[in-house]
């Protein structure tokens, strides 16, 4: 397994941005699928960006346009840039690792909060 910890959530106004970072604790050049999910109050998980295949990247069609996942080898480091803030957006955002052979690794999380 891959140890993964989130930061850089934290509550913003609707329109604003944030960055989320989510360290490795390997390398993730390797790593078959890494992204994003998020889960709101009274809701179930659902993905938000993640790398798949290794560099296909995947979205939630209500982030398109908005959010951009993006990754640096060097740092073991997977990013989520999240533009274009909505009150809908808020919600506790988890980073995964799906690793072959090792099966799925989660962080503890990060809250992001969107004022209206």
């Known amino acids: 397994q891959v140890q993964l910890v989130e930061s850089g959530g934290g509550l913003v106004q609707a329109g604003g941005s944030l960055r989320l970072s989510c360290a490795a604790s390997?390398?993730?050049?390797?790593?078959?699928?890494m992204g994003w999910y998020r889960q709101a109050p009274g809701k179930q998980r659902e993905l938000v960006a993640a790398f798949t295949s290794g560099s296909i990247t995947n979205y939630a069609d209500s982030v398109k346009g908005r959010f951009t996942i993006s990754r640096d080898n060097g740092k073991n480091t997977v990013y989520l840039q999240m533009n274009s803030l909505k009150p809908e957006d808020t919600g506790v955002y988890y980073c995964r690792a799906d690793v072959v052979g090792a099966g799925t690794s989660w962080g503890q999380g990060t809250q992001v909060t969107v004022s209206s």
């Open positions: 390997r390398s993730i050049f390797s790593i078959n699928a």
